[in-house]
């Protein structure tokens, strides 16, 4: 069960338009390593889970996941909100603008709308423990280059705790990946799948 608290993770308050910002960032709304596909691969994969610590690892990182889906959302809304036609036009924000106008739309800063097909779980503890690492580490890359890019001090500072957080994540999901390996060494369990065979 999920308690929705109506306030974000960390305060978002953007000051100044920036459409051509804003088209940056929807990558981690709905890119290939934003946080749409995070929380839904977290959330899908505790299920097969064995291990009562993974399953609650996997569940709490994913329900922190949907968090920063939501701040993603309001950095870009507030990077759009009351545009004018010219800043539409003269930021390359046209074509979006066209589809979406000033919605929030899953969809990575190339226009390839989000898909499941990116996210992996696979229903073994292993693949699917490695794979939340490869995922933290290529969500941390990408807020790595909106840095590189952004000049906007208040986009800049959440950014910078969302880049920390999936440091944090990806620590986190290497206690699990050795408590896993720890729980198949005690039961030498390496020529099954303990997800799926008993």
Do not use: C
């Not at 610590?53 to 990077?79: C, P, R, S």
């Not at 690492?133 to 990408?142: F, H, P």
């Amino acid at each position: 069960m999920f308690i929705y608290e109506k306030k974000l993770q960390y305060p978002v308050k953007i000051k100044n338009t920036n459409p051509r910002l804003a088209s940056l960032i929807i990558s981690q709304y709905g890119g290939p390593d934003g946080e749409l596909g995070a929380s839904l691969r977290y959330l899908s994969q505790r299920f097969s889970m064995p291990y009562p610590e993974l399953k609650g690892l996997l569940t709490d990182i994913g329900t922190e996941e949907l968090g920063h889906l939501e701040m993603i959302g309001a950095i870009v809304h507030q990077l759009t909100r009351n545009l004018t036609e010219d800043q539409i036009r003269s930021a390359g924000f046209d074509a979006y603008f066209v589809d979406h106008t000033a919605g929030i739309y899953p969809t990575a800063a190339s226009g390839s709308p989000w898909n499941a097909a990116g996210i992996g779980v696979k229903g073994d503890l292993i693949a699917d423990l490695t794979e939340d690492l490869a995922a933290e580490q290529k969500a941390r890359v990408t807020y790595d280059n909106i840095l590189r890019l952004s000049d906007d001090p208040d986009v800049n500072d959440v950014i910078k705790f969302l880049r920390e957080r999936e440091i944090v994540h990806f620590q986190r999901f290497g206690e699990g990946l050795r408590l896993a390996k720890d729980k198949m060494d005690a039961k030498n369990l390496y020529f099954v799948n303990p997800s799926f065979d008993r």
